[in-house]
C-alpha cells in the first residue's frame, strides 16, 4: 500500500490552520482502523523539514505512544520510552537496558489493548545499536498474531530507510505492511497559503515563495514567522544574520553523506550552477563520479536523470537536475559561495542572488509549470528536448499517450521574449516522429502562474 501525503502547521499567528491533506488522514486513520483486528506495520519516511511528526500527532484516535530516536545511550532511550508508556497509558512498564526488551513488552501490551506507536527517526537506530532491528524483526515476528499495535517507523534519512525496509538482506525487509512518502505542498496549496497571508501578492513573489520553500512545511512556517511574503521580504528573511536558512542544506544532508559529504556537496553545487551533465562535472573535479551520481538519484533521491524526449534509456546524453527547490536554491548560492556567509558578509551573497535573478527564478519557473502539468492528471510523460547535438531545446514536452496528443511548451519570465515561431521550427524533428498525434503550442509566462 504506497500514500503520498502532504501535510503544514502554520504556527505564530492567532489562529493554527491546517492545510488539505483530508484524504491522507483518512487513509491513515483507515490502517488505525485496521489495527484493531491485525497488527500494522507503516514505514513512513520524509524529508526533514517536511511536516511528518506534525501530521502524525494530529491524526490518530486511539491512545498514542511517540517514542523519539535521539542519538543517545540506548539505556537513557528506554527510560524515555517507558515513561511515556507511563504518562499515556497509565501502565507502569519497569526499566530497562535495552531497546529490544521494551519493544517486546510493547507488544505483549498490544496483545491485550489497541494503540498507536510512532517511532519517530527510526533509521538512527542503527547508530544507538546496530543490532535492534534483528531484534524487533524477531520479537514482530512471533508476537503479532493477535496484536492490535499501529506500528509507524517514521524516518527522515531516505537511503537508510530505504535499505532497512527494501533492501532483501536486511532483517525487516517484507515486514512492513504500508509505505508512505511524506511530500511537499502542490502548487495549488502553496498558492493557497501565500493568498492567506498576502491576497495581494504578485506572481514574482509567488514564484519567490515557491523557489524558497518548494512546498516544504517548516520553510513555509519560517517565513510565515518572519511575515516575509513577498520577494524581496523573502530574500531578507534568508540574508539575515542568524537566519535559519544559512545552514540548513548542510543540516538537513550532513546525515545523508557521513564522511563523503564533500564530493556530494561539490558536484550538487555544479548540477544547481547549470553543469548538468557528466562529462561538465568530471572535468571540473577531474575526478569520476558516475557512482556519485548514482547514489544521489537511486539511493538519497536527490537529484534526477533526465534524457531529451524521444531518446532510448541508456543514451549518454543525460542531464541531471536537482528535484528539491530550496537545496537546488542553497548549492546555487548559500553552499557556493560560503566563504563570504563565513565571514559574514551576506550583502555580498544577496547582490549575487539579485544580479543572477532572472535567469535562476526563469529556471524555477519552468520547474513551477512542470509540476503544474504532472498534478493536473493529463500527460503520460512529461519531458524536456534537445537533439544529440544539445541543440534546439525545448522547455517542456507533454505526451498523452491514449489520446495520442503532443504539447510544446516555452517557458519564460516575460512572455513578450516567446517566439511560437521558433518554437515550432524546434519541434519538427519531434513532430515527424508522431504523424498520428494532434499537436500543441503554449506559451508560459509569469503571468500564467
Avoid: H
Amino acid at each position: 500500500m504506497d500514500i503520498t501525503v502532504t501535510w503544514v502547521t502554520i504556527t505564530g499567528f492567532k489562529e493554527m490552520k491546517f492545510y488539505d491533506r483530508i484524504s491522507e488522514i483518512t487513509a491513515l486513520q483507515s490502517i488505525e482502523q485496521a489495527s484493531v483486528e491485525a497488527a500494522q506495520m507503516t514505514m513512513l519516511v520524509g524529508r526533514r523539514r517536511i511536516g511528518k511528526t506534525t501530521l502524525l500527532k494530529n491524526t490518530f484516535q486511539t491512545p498514542f505512544l511517540y517514542f523519539f530516536v535521539a542519538k543517545k545511550n540506548e539505556i537513557l532511550l528506554c527510560d524515555e520510552f517507558s515513561r511515556e508508556i507511563n504518562e499515556k497509558l497509565g501502565i507502569p512498564t519497569g526499566s530497562y537496558s535495552a531497546f529490544p526488551e521494551l519493544f517486546k513488552a510493547v507488544m505483549q501490551l498490544s496483545q491485550r489493548m489497541n494503540f498507536t506507536l510512532v517511532i519517530d527517526e527510526f533509521q538512527e537506530f542503527r547508530t544507538v545499536n546496530s543490532s535492534i532491528f534483528s531484534d524487533m524483526q524477531n520479537i514482530w515476528d512471533s508476537t503479532k498474531d493477535g496484536s492490535k499495535i499501529n506500528l509507524i517507523l517514521c524516518g527522515s534519512i531516505y537511503s537508510m530507510m530505504k535499505r532497512i525496509f527494501e533492501n532483501s538482506k536486511e532483517p525487516l525487509f517484507g515486514r512492513a505492511t504500508a509505505r508512505m512518502i511524506v511530500k511537499a505542498f502542490d502548487t495549488n496549496t502553496t498558492k493557497e497559503i501565500l493568498s492567506d497571508y498576502n491576497p495581494d501578492y504578485t506572481n514574482d513573489d509567488l514564484l519567490a515563495f515557491y523557489m524558497i520553500t518548494g512546498g516544504v512545511a517548516k520553510y513555509i512556517e519560517q517565513l510565515v514567522n518572519k511575515k516575509a511574503f513577498t520577494k524581496n521580504a523573502i530574500l531578507d528573511a534568508l540574508f539575515t544574520e542568524g537566519s535559519f536558512f544559512l545552514d540548513e542544506g548542510r543540516d538537513v544532508l550532513i546525515d545523508e553523506f557521513g564522511k563523503d559529504y564533500g564530493n556530494y556537496f561539490s558536484i550538487l553545487s555544479l548540477i544547481a550552477s547549470s553543469k548538468t551533465d557528466r562529462g561538465q562535472i568530471e572535468s571540473t573535479l577531474n575526478m569520476d563520479v558516475g557512482g556519485y551520481l548514482d547514489r544521489l538519484e537511486k539511493e538519497y533521491n536527490l537529484i534526477k536523470r533526465n534524457r531529451p524526449f524521444g531518446a532510448k534509456e541508456g543514451r549518454r546524453s543525460n542531464k541531471y537536475k536537482i528535484e528539491d527547490c530550496f537545496l537546488n536554491f542553497w548549492f546555487r548560492f548559500i553552499y557556493k559561495y560560503r566563504g563570504a556567509v563565513e565571514i559574514g558578509n551576506l550583502d555580498y551573497v544577496r547582490d549575487i542572488v539579485e544580479r543572477d535573478y532572472e535567469t535562476y527564478s526563469g529556471i524555477i519557473l519552468e520547474k513551477y509549470f512542470r509540476a503544474k502539468m504532472i498534478e493536473s492528471k493529463a500527460f503520460s510523460g512529461i519531458q524536456s528536448y534537445w537533439n544529440s547535438k544539445g541543440e534546439n531545446e525545448i522547455d517542456i514536452v507533454a505526451v498523452n499517450e491514449y489520446e495520442k496528443r503532443l504539447v510544446f511548451c516555452e517557458v519564460k519570465r516575460n512572455a513578450r521574449r516567446i517566439s511560437l515561431g521558433e518554437l515550432e521550427s524546434k519541434a519538427k524533428a519531434v513532430i515527424a516522429k508522431y504523424p498520428e498525434f494532434s499537436i500543441e503550442f503554449k506559451e508560459l509566462s509569469l503571468k500564467d502562474m
